[in-house]
């Protein structure tokens, strides 16, 4: 499993920006501070990945969100970053969440590689993973945020395995 989700995560990565194909998509949006709440999603076929958010200070960033079934459609994944590094705006919420499958590995970076440097993670009380989200813990999240990965496990995959169960009975 672990390797199917690292090929899911690193295709959704390396996809160009405006790149579409059926299974991978990549976006350029705008992240705006002024303290308002916006979302963006994408979508490829019933699933769809949204990442809502207020931010102050600055002006707009651009971020990239890629999302990607793997070949098998067993997994759909997000990535949502500043392809530049590390975000300037400080994020007083945000909200990244899975529609159509089930979240089986969230994290968050307060600094996204570029120009040589590493991702620099989020310290694990920051955030919150749920079944189908990952959210800025209050009180704990420290309003620094540049990239967001998430991977589920679609619904595609629990009809595979209830039927592999279904025919091992008979």
């Not at 990965?149 to 091992?168: A, F, P």
Request: glycine share 8%; with cysteine; aromatic share 10%.
């Amino acid at each position: 499993m672990y390797l199917s989700t690292l090929l899911v995560l690193s295709l959704s990565a390396l996809v160009p920006v405006s790149a579409s194909s059926d299974q991978t998509k990549t976006v350029e949006f705008n992240v705006k501070p002024g303290g308002d709440v916006h979302t963006f999603a994408q979508r490829i076929r019933g699933y769809e990945c949204s990442f809502t958010y207020a931010s102050q200070g600055g002006t707009n960033e651009q971020w990239l969100m890629s999302v990607g079934l793997s070949d098998d459609d067993r997994f759909f994944s997000c990535s949502i970053w500043r392809p530049l590094g590390k975000s300037y705006l400080f994020f007083t919420q945000f909200k990244a969440e899975l529609t159509g499958a089930k979240l089986e590995y969230a994290h968050a970076y307060s600094a996204a590689a570029a120009a040589g440097q590493s991702d620099v993670a989020l310290k694990e009380e920051e955030f919150t993973v749920r079944d189908s989200t990952v959210t800025g813990t209050v009180g704990k999240f420290n309003a620094q945020l540049s990239k967001l990965v998430l991977i589920g496990r679609t619904r595609h995959d629990e009809l595979i395995e209830s039927n592999t169960g279904i025919n091992q009975l008979n």
